[in-house]
C-alpha cells in the first residue's frame, strides 16, 4: 500500500485574517487623503498671505518716494515740451504715480492664482487700492464678511509730500480640498501697508521764483548840479563893458510812477485736492472743487466730460459753479457734454464745478446710491492751463444677506365651548312606598300604572308626569304626590 502524501496547508488563523490588511487600509485611505490635503490647503494659504504682504510692502515703499514710470505721463495742455513737465507737471506726476505705485505691488505679489477682471467674491479676484490722507479723502476698510475689498473715497490718490499714503490688496483666495472646497470654495485675504510720503518737492519749490514778485526800484529827486566858471588868470582888463550874467537853466527829473510787476500765473498752482466726487447731499450730482492760488485771475472758458449712461433715459441736465447753473438746458443723452463760456476764477479761490443728471421718466429716488460707472472730467482756462481728473464708481454688488421669514402661527379661530355641568337628578322609587314625582311642565294628561301587590298586601298606585327635557327654560319644579292604598283583606277574614 502506497503513502499518501498531502501538500501543506496554511494554518487556518493565516486562512481567516487574509484580507484583513486590505480591509483596513481602505478604511484609513479617506482620513488619510483628507490629512494630505489639509496639510497641502495650509501651506497654500499661508503662502498667498505672505505673497500680499510683500506686495503691501513693495508698493508702500515706492508711494512714498515719490517716483514714477515715465511711460504712464500724459502731456497736457501746458508749455512743455514732453511729458510730465512745463507748466503742468505736478498734476501730470500724480497722474503717473498712481498706476506706478499699482504696478510694484503686482509685481511683488507674484506665484498666486489671481485673476484682476474677475468680480468680488469671485475665487481668485485680486485688486490693489491706493488712498492717502489728502483732505478730502477717506479709505473704507475691507469687509471680509461680505467679500467687499478696501475702498478710497471719492476715487483714489498717490498722496503728496507729507501725506500718509496706503496701500491695500484684496485676494480671494481658490480652496483646491475637495469635500471643503464644495461648500467653501475660496478665502479672503487682506494685507495693508501705510507710510509717511517723502518731500521730495522740496527742491523744486526752492528753485520756482518765478511766482515771487521782486522789488521794483522807484527813482528819488535828486538837484543836478549847475556849470560854474572856473577862474583863470587873465590880464588887466581894460576899460570894457562887464558881461551880464544869465541864468543857466536846470535840468530837474520829473517823477513817475514805476509799474508793479504782477506775476504769470502758474498751471501748477492750479489744481484739485479733491478730485472729482460724488455730490454728498444729491444723489444725481457730482462736483470737483479747484483752488487757484496765483494772485492773478485766470478764467474757465470751457469743460468737457465723459460719463457712463446707465439708464436709456439718463441725460446730463444741467452745469454750474458755486451751486449757480451757468450752463443749462443741456438735456445731454450721450457721453461726452461739453460747455462753453467765460467764468472768471479770481486768485486764491476755490471754486465749485458741478453737473446735475436727470431722468425724465423718473420719479422719487432716480440715482440710487448715486451716480455710477466712469466719469472724466476737463476744465480748459484761457492761458493754457488745464484739469482733468477721474471717477470711477462700480455699481452696487448685492450682498449676500439671508432674509428671516416670519413663521406663521396657527391660532385656532372661535368661541371655545365651555363644558356644561349641568347634573340630572333621578330619583327611584322604593317598592311599597310613595314615591315622590318632580315636574317641570305641568301634566298633560294623568297616566295611572297600578302595582298589583300579592294578596294580603297593600297596593301603592303612582302616577308618573312626562316631563319634557328643555335646556334653554329653567322651569319651576313642582312636586305632585298621589299615593293610591287599596286595603285587601285575606280571604275569609
Given at each position: 500500500?502506497?503513502?499518501?502524501?498531502?501538500?501543506?496547508?496554511?494554518?487556518?488563523?493565516?486562512?481567516?485574517?487574509?484580507?484583513?490588511?486590505?480591509?483596513?487600509?481602505?478604511?484609513?485611505?479617506?482620513?488619510?487623503?483628507?490629512?494630505?490635503?489639509?496639510?497641502?490647503?495650509?501651506?497654500r494659504l499661508l503662502h498667498a498671505y505672505l505673497v500680499i504682504e510683500n506686495g503691501a510692502r513693495?508698493?508702500?515703499?515706492?508711494?512714498?518716494?515719490?517716483?514714477?514710470?515715465?511711460?504712464?505721463?500724459?502731456?497736457?495742455?501746458?508749455?512743455?515740451?514732453?511729458?510730465?513737465?512745463?507748466?503742468?507737471?505736478?498734476?501730470?506726476?500724480?497722474?503717473?504715480?498712481?498706476?506706478?505705485?499699482?504696478?510694484?505691488?503686482?509685481?511683488?505679489?507674484?506665484?498666486?492664482?489671481?485673476?484682476?477682471?474677475?468680480?468680488?467674491?469671485?475665487?481668485?479676484?485680486?485688486?490693489?487700492?491706493?488712498?492717502?490722507?489728502?483732505?478730502?479723502?477717506?479709505?473704507?476698510?475691507?469687509?471680509?464678511?461680505?467679500?467687499?475689498?478696501?475702498?478710497?473715497?471719492?476715487?483714489?490718490?498717490?498722496?503728496?509730500?507729507?501725506?500718509?499714503?496706503?496701500?491695500?490688496?484684496?485676494?480671494?483666495?481658490?480652496?483646491?480640498?475637495?469635500?471643503?472646497?464644495?461648500?467653501?470654495?475660496?478665502?479672503?485675504?487682506?494685507?495693508?501697508?501705510?507710510?509717511?510720503?517723502?518731500?521730495?518737492?522740496?527742491?523744486?519749490?526752492?528753485?520756482?521764483?518765478?511766482?515771487?514778485?521782486?522789488?521794483?526800484?522807484?527813482?528819488?529827486?535828486?538837484?543836478?548840479?549847475?556849470?560854474?566858471?572856473?577862474?583863470?588868470?587873465?590880464?588887466?582888463?581894460?576899460?570894457?563893458?562887464?558881461?551880464?550874467?544869465?541864468?543857466?537853466?536846470?535840468?530837474?527829473?520829473?517823477?513817475?510812477?514805476?509799474?508793479?510787476?504782477?506775476?504769470?500765473?502758474?498751471?501748477?498752482?492750479?489744481?484739485?485736492?479733491?478730485?472729482?466726487?460724488?455730490?454728498?447731499?444729491?444723489?444725481?450730482?457730482?462736483?470737483?472743487?479747484?483752488?487757484?492760488?496765483?494772485?492773478?485771475?485766470?478764467?474757465?472758458?470751457?469743460?468737457?466730460?465723459?460719463?457712463?449712461?446707465?439708464?436709456?433715459?439718463?441725460?446730463?441736465?444741467?452745469?454750474?459753479?458755486?451751486?449757480?447753473?451757468?450752463?443749462?438746458?443741456?438735456?445731454?443723452?450721450?457721453?461726452?457734454?461739453?460747455?462753453?463760456?467765460?467764468?472768471?476764477?479770481?486768485?486764491?479761490?476755490?471754486?465749485?464745478?458741478?453737473?446735475?443728471?436727470?431722468?425724465?421718466?423718473?420719479?422719487?429716488?432716480?440715482?440710487?446710491?448715486?451716480?455710477?460707472?466712469?466719469?472724466?472730467?476737463?476744465?480748459?482756462?484761457?492761458?493754457?492751463?488745464?484739469?482733468?481728473?477721474?471717477?470711477?464708481?462700480?455699481?452696487?454688488?448685492?450682498?449676500?444677506?439671508?432674509?428671516?421669514?416670519?413663521?406663521?402661527?396657527?391660532?385656532?379661530?372661535?368661541?371655545?365651548?365651555?363644558?356644561?355641568?349641568?347634573?340630572?337628578?333621578?330619583?327611584?322609587?322604593?317598592?311599597?312606598?310613595?314615591?315622590?314625582?318632580?315636574?317641570?311642565?305641568?301634566?298633560?294628561?294623568?297616566?295611572?300604572?297600578?302595582?298589583?301587590?300579592?294578596?294580603?298586601?297593600?297596593?301603592?298606585?303612582?302616577?308618573?308626569?312626562?316631563?319634557?327635557?328643555?335646556?334653554?327654560?329653567?322651569?319651576?319644579?313642582?312636586?305632585?304626590?298621589?299615593?293610591?292604598?287599596?286595603?285587601?283583606?285575606?280571604?275569609?277574614?
Open positions: 500500500m502506497d503513502a499518501v502524501t498531502d501538500s501543506p496547508q496554511p494554518p487556518r488563523r493565516n486562512r481567516r485574517f487574509r484580507g484583513q490588511g486590505a480591509v483596513e487600509f481602505a478604511l484609513i485611505l479617506p482620513v488619510l487623503l483628507l490629512v494630505i490635503f489639509m496639510i497641502i490647503e495650509l501651506a513693495y508698493g508702500v515703499r515706492y508711494a512714498v518716494t515719490g517716483e514714477y514710470n515715465d511711460t504712464y505721463c500724459a502731456d497736457g495742455a501746458d508749455a512743455g515740451s514732453g511729458a510730465c513737465d512745463g507748466t503742468g507737471q505736478r498734476v501730470e506726476e500724480d497722474s503717473a504715480r498712481l498706476p506706478s505705485i499699482e504696478d510694484v505691488a503686482r509685481a511683488g505679489s507674484t506665484s498666486i492664482l489671481r485673476d484682476e477682471s474677475l468680480s468680488p467674491g469671485d475665487p481668485g479676484y485680486f485688486t490693489m487700492t491706493v488712498c492717502s490722507s489728502r483732505l478730502g479723502f477717506a479709505w473704507f476698510p475691507s469687509d471680509q464678511a461680505t467679500m467687499t475689498p478696501a475702498n478710497c473715497v471719492p476715487t483714489e490718490d498717490a498722496g503728496g509730500p507729507g501725506d500718509r499714503v496706503s496701500v491695500t490688496i484684496d485676494f480671494e483666495h481658490p480652496l483646491i480640498t475637495p469635500i471643503l472646497s464644495s461648500f467653501w470654495p475660496q478665502l479672503h485675504l487682506v494685507a495693508k501697508r501705510e507710510g509717511i510720503v517723502e518731500q521730495f518737492r522740496t527742491a523744486r519749490v526752492v528753485g520756482l521764483p518765478a511766482t515771487i514778485s521782486g522789488p521794483t526800484w522807484t527813482p528819488t529827486d535828486t538837484f543836478t548840479p549847475s556849470m560854474t566858471f572856473t577862474p583863470s588868470d587873465t590880464p588887466t582888463p581894460s576899460e570894457t563893458a562887464s558881461p551880464t550874467a544869465s541864468d543857466t537853466p536846470t535840468m530837474t527829473p520829473t517823477s513817475t510812477a514805476s509799474p508793479t510787476r504782477t506775476p504769470t500765473p502758474s498751471c501748477a498752482l492750479l489744481n484739485s485736492p479733491a478730485g472729482l466726487y460724488q455730490d454728498p447731499d444729491e444723489n444725481d450730482r457730482i462736483d470737483i472743487d479747484i483752488t487757484n492760488a496765483n494772485v492773478a485771475s485766470m478764467t474757465l472758458q470751457s469743460w468737457t466730460l465723459t460719463w457712463t449712461k446707465l439708464w436709456s433715459d439718463m441725460e446730463a441736465a444741467y452745469a454750474g459753479v458755486d451751486g449757480v447753473t451757468v450752463w443749462s438746458s443741456l438735456n445731454d443723452t450721450t457721453s461726452p457734454t461739453s460747455g462753453t463760456g467765460s467764468y472768471a476764477h479770481s486768485g486764491g479761490v476755490t471754486i465749485t464745478w458741478f453737473m446735475d443728471f436727470d431722468r425724465p421718466s423718473c420719479s422719487g429716488t432716480c440715482f440710487p446710491g448715486g451716480i455710477r460707472g466712469d466719469l472724466t472730467i476737463t476744465l480748459n482756462y484761457s492761458n493754457g492751463c488745464t484739469v482733468t481728473d477721474s471717477l470711477s464708481r462700480p455699481t452696487a454688488t448685492p450682498s449676500r444677506t439671508p432674509t428671516r421669514t416670519a413663521t406663521p402661527t396657527r391660532t385656532a379661530t372661535g368661541p371655545t365651548p365651555t363644558p356644561s355641568r349641568t347634573p340630572t337628578r333621578t330619583r327611584t322609587p322604593t317598592p311599597g312606598a310613595a314615591t315622590a314625582t318632580k315636574t317641570r311642565t305641568p301634566t298633560p294628561g294623568p297616566a295611572t300604572n297600578t302595582a298589583t301587590s300579592p294578596p294580603g298586601s297593600p297596593t301603592n298606585t303612582r302616577t308618573p308626569s312626562r316631563t319634557p327635557t328643555n335646556t334653554s327654560v329653567v322651569p319651576t319644579a313642582t312636586l305632585s304626590l298621589t299615593p293610591s292604598q287599596t286595603a285587601t283583606s285575606p280571604s275569609g277574614g
